[in-house]
């Protein structure tokens, strides 16, 4: 199967994913303290949503990912909204990216890169852009149970527990206009075989598989990176595999092990660091913000097609990852 990334990795070398959907929101002013998290804006605001995919749109983001990570039909249920409610809303949340990145497109002065002239002065309109994608988010289980699980695995529940859980977002999402599944923030293995396994079942659509990592050689639940690339290499259901929502300082050893046992793209988007505090659905004090230009360079030296930001990482730190990346290489250091 073709990579969906291939007309960027060849035009430009790399693939800019979006920031964090829920960072945008809480700056737009919306309070997430909820067990839907960023879903609940689905319910209450969905412009806010299409608003913030714009925001990523604009600051240079080539892949926006809808808000289905915490969305549901448990979750949903839990909140007394019925099934085929329940399938509306996350079919909604696909068609609120689809319509931001339609709508930005449709403006002519969205299709170019401002590029510099030589020695300086006005930039000018002459690289054409390509038309961004939309990923269709699949969050883990521990996303449903809002406890803080997704960062280390351990669900106390079967395999096929995870995967009726898991079937039917995942069947719609697959049968909706998203151009990708974006199976992310992954903290347990068998979790992502048994996403693979449905993916399989259910659709010929690309997915792309990102795990949360506990350090730079093992994933949440303390399976070697090593492990999981060859997992990934050899299997037809996984288009791409990499790392989120996971300290940027972890990304280039991990993304280093990922690309030199697969050759499928490999992506990486970093939170901004600090430790999720479940209970207060807020994001402890972080290390040092890193320098996310040079960081993002960083990881596509060390083989990231695919580079962005998770939580705590918004626009403007997207805006600074596109000016590094399209720089010429002796225009920044690695």
């Known amino acids: 199967m073709p990579s969906c990334f291939d007309a960027f990795l060849h035009s430009q070398g790399f693939v800019l994913v ?7 929101l809480e700056s737009a ?33 080539d892949c926006v990912i809808t808000a289905t990570y915490q ?11 019925a099934r085929a409610e329940a399938a509306d809303i996350m079919r909604s949340a696909v068609d609120l990216a689809v319509s931001a ?36 988010s ?36 697959a049968e909706s206009p998203a151009d990708i599944l974006a199976c992310e923030t992954i903290p347990s293995f068998t979790e992502a075989q048994v996403l693979a396994a449905l993916v399989e079942d259910a659709t010929d659509k690309p997915a792309w598989f990102t795990f949360t990592c506990r350090d730079a050689g093992r994933l949440s639940d303390g399976t070697p ?15 791409a595999v990499g790392v989120n929502c996971t300290p940027a300082r972890l990304l280039p050893p991990v993304i280093r092990a990922l690309a030199a046992a697969t050759a499928k793209p490999v992506v990486a988007y970093p939170n901004g660091g600090g ?3 479940a209970v207060t659905k807020t994001w402890g004090r972080a290390d040092a913000e890193p320098d996310w230009g040079r960081a993002c360079r960083r990881w596509v030296a060390a083989g990231a097609a695919a580079v962005g930001g998770c939580c705590r990482v ?12 399209a720089a010429p290489s002796h225009e920044t250091h690695t």
Do not use: C
């Open 18 to 24: 979006d920031g964090g959907l829920a960072t945008e």
């Open 29 to 61: 002013g919306h309070d997430l303290n909820d067990p839907l998290w960023s879903a609940k804006v689905l319910l209450q605001a969905p412009e806010a949503v299409r608003a913030a995919h714009a925001a990523y749109l604009r600051a240079g983001a």
């Open 71 to 81: 969305a549901t039909f448990e979750g949903l249920a839990a909140r007394g909204v």
């Open 101 to 136: 990145r339609d709508r930005f497109w449709a403006e002519p002065a969205n299709r170019t890169w401002p590029v510099r002239r030589p020695g300086g002065g006005p930039a000018k309109q002459s690289t054409a852009r390509i038309r961004p994608l939309v990923a269709a």
């Open 138 to 173: 699949i969050g883990p289980y521990g996303a449903f149970l809002a406890d803080g699980s997704e960062y280390h695995g351990k669900y106390g529940v079967a395999p096929e527990a995870l995967a009726d859980f898991h079937r039917p977002r995942l069947r719609l999402l």
């Open 225 to 239: 990176i090593d492990e999981v690339a060859a997992w990934a290499d050899e299997t037809a259901s996984v288009s």
């Open 275 to 277: 430790e999720w505090d």
């Open 314 to 325: 918004g626009p403007e730190d997207i805006g600074t990852m596109r000016t590094a990346l």
